[in-house]
């Protein structure tokens, strides 16, 4: 007898090739199965909501996992956390029904970028955020993240791949720091090095050397494989993966409830 | 024609094997050794005030080199940390006189090991705190430091080693953290592993396993490779090195100075 459990995860993406599983590469989806199998003592799975890069950060990627009933939901994060990597953090486990699935039933993601213009003096500060060369025009950028918002065809944003790339981008918004940023985004999906591509060209509108008009050019004329910037993996978190309904999916909600993804 | 420079170098320990250079080991002697050669063009030498273990983090490390006179050291700063991995930062550069000696001349360091007895919820927290089983006895902690400070042979808080193990501890204290503690210990020189041992015994006090008495045998009678836990690389950093005179160097001075270290 199995039982399903979802897995809350956090992990520093520095040193890890990403989220999903490539032979021979050190990855968090990797470390997950075998300290999972440490536990269970046989080999055990782990699905996730989706990929992440190389590099990017998650403060709560989900997944989920098919335990021997035995094992108490309870136990595992602490069993798991002992022998995890501690750049990998188990949040939560919670008992969930075994037609949950971490990917399929995701409705919905959260991806934050930070940005800082100031470098960070030491080592342990800012390992979430990306260093830029100069300051940003808050006004020009969140003109840019309006004209991105809804449903729209991304491929500018992406590189050349198979499959649809519209994607619904429910809500975008900047939020002002000391010396920095924060843009967030929550989107039904994101194609591959999309937020990053994104926030590449968030910042050239910001250093004012794409105009807004350029940058509504991205989005209305996609071209895959557009010469935009990558922004850096350093910068990036999953920060969250919705299950359920959240004023955060409805484009009209209050800019209040955006505290509530914090 | 060259000049001497003084670095003060921060460097997160996960991923590197201590200071000092290993052959085909990443070190951080190494790493900025090949930062100075990127950016003077000539195979450039970097030497430390003294080596910290694999995975021990710094907060301030000193280190000289000499770079050819035209390069002015107001610039090295951030020339050398445009190309440095980000665990290690370089603080500050100044010209020094050509006899100063980053080894030969220092006079004391402060190190501190963090310990807390709730694990870090989120990776990116703690990442220079160990964790520990239990919360400590402060008062049974202090005591026990009161009896190391001072010129002991420190043997027992090492392992064996030819040379002389007579070091001088200047001062020790414990300071009450949420949830944790910060040892700090300020002397002439540290055996190897010395401080970890000397932490691995005072945790084993603070947790009643180990009597005052007990510990202050290992002082009285040094035994080299007595069997002492060495507490994890994690929780250690190397603070400051101290060059000049200071408060912290007498064992007399008030406690107030203690937080100038910080």
New interface residues.
Partial sequence: MESRIKLTV???G??FCGWQRQAGKPTVQDEIARALARMTGVPTGVVGAGRTDAGV?A?AQAAHADLPARIEAAAVVSAL?ASLD????V?SAVAVPETFHARHDARAKLYRYRISWR??????HG??TATVAAPIDPAAVRRALESVTGTNDMASFSVPQPGSTVRTLHRAWLEDRRAGAVFSFVGDGFLRYQVRRLVGALLEVGFGRLSTAGFEELVDRPRPGSPIRTAPA?GLTLERVFYRRSPLLDPRGRAANETEAM
């Fill in positions: 956090a992990y520093l520095d040193g950060h403060a956390n501690p750049r990998i953090r949040r470098p960070p003096r030491l080592p342990w390992l979430r350093r």
